[in-house]
């Protein structure tokens, strides 16, 4: 929350870059995910980061699988796969 005024106070919209930081995830990154980013914002709530990072995770993820698909193969259980 931002004091704006005399008694006036706006809700923050977006990640604060230091909860940015602490997730490890840099500003171009959050862009190109489409995540909203509010450099006016100070400090870092803890869920926030947690969220950041599991984005995080999963994205490298997914982007690891897409130039590797056969590790996607590794990741079913063995009584799944076909023999």
Not at 42 to 51: D, E, F, K, L, M
Not at 52 to 78: K, N, Q
Request: glycine share 10%; hydrophobic share 55%.
């Amino acid at each position: 929350m931002y004091p704006t005024g005399i008694n006036r106070v706006l809700p923050a919209q977006g990640f604060s870059l230091s909860e940015l930081d602490d997730a490890g995830v840099d500003l171009d990154l959050a862009e190109a995910l489409g995540l909203p980013v509010d450099a006016g914002r100070i400090g870092a709530y803890g869920p926030n980061v947690t969220v950041l990072a599991g984005f995080r995770t999963f994205f490298a993820a997914a982007a690891v699988i897409s130039f590797f698909p056969s590790l996607l193969f590794l990741s079913i259980p063995f009584f799944l796969k076909a023999s």
